[in-house]
């Protein structure tokens, strides 16, 4: 079952805009991380946030994690058109491993 | 280091064919994860193996489906019969530690196609 949704399933914005991807997640979870995947590649980790983080940046990354409402946010700064790809939320799962996913965001950054 | 490695990136294969997909991990990582990828159902975890030792296989969709890790720089996972659900991208994944804090690498996949 998945763990984490990510909202909106799909997002088209203008190269030079930001772009906010949200994800909710139903238990309690120690860790929450990012992924990207580019079309007919593998996943790509870009970045985690312990639970006793707020915000947490990374170049143009920003997260955010509210363990009150089980919610975490990706924003993407200045968005480029290599930034094109599906973005996932992942949670470990209770036993602290097998690493969940959601349906993730397909994210078009047009030029 | 090269990454994860999965091979062959492509398989085309006949219902009822046996398919084995095959995958080297990241040296040094001791947990190994087998995903599959659909549009209906996402990413699902089939099998972990930590330090070479299966731990849970509850994702694995039945019987028809296998997985061993022989030695820590090497990973299979087999489909015997083969049908045409199966058809799903399968991802190798290796993590330094099982709780994933050190993140997953993922290898580029393996697209399977069953006519």
């Known amino acids: 079952s998945q763990q984490g949704e990510e909202d909106p399933q799909a997002l088209s914005i203008q190269e030079g805009e930001n772009a906010t991807m949200n994800c909710s997640y139903k238990t309690s979870i120690n860790n929450l991380q990012w992924y990207r995947q580019n079309s007919g590649r593998g996943l790509v980790h870009l970045i985690l946030i312990r639970s006793n983080e707020r915000e947490k940046h990374s170049g143009r990354l920003r997260v955010t994690l509210d363990t009150s409402k089980k919610s975490s946010s990706l924003l993407i700064t200045a968005s480029r058109a290599a930034d094109t790809a599906s973005y996932f939320c992942?949670?470990?799962?209770?036993?602290?491993?097998?690493?969940?996913f959601g349906k993730g965001t397909l994210l078009t950054v047009n030029p | 280091d090269a990454g994860v490695i999965q091979s062959p990136r492509h398989e085309v294969t006949e219902m009822g064919q046996e398919v084995t997909l095959r995958c080297k991990p990241i040296s040094g990582h001791n947990s190994l994860f087998w995903y599959r990828q659909t549009m209906m159902r996402g990413l699902e975890l089939l099998i972990y193996?930590?330090?070479?030792?299966?731990?849970?296989d509850s994702g694995m969709p039945e019987d028809r489906f296998s997985a061993k890790m022989p030695n820590a720089s090497f990973s299979t996972l087999k489909i015997q019969p083969s049908e045409p659900r199966d058809s799903a991208v399968y991802f190798c994944a290796s993590s330094l530690e099982a709780g994933g804090v050190y993140g997953y690498t993922f290898g580029s996949g393996t697209r399977l196609t069953v006519v």
């Open positions: 992942a949670t470990p799962g209770g036993s602290n491993y097998k690493l969940t």
């Open positions: 193996f930590n330090n070479n030792v299966p731990i849970d």
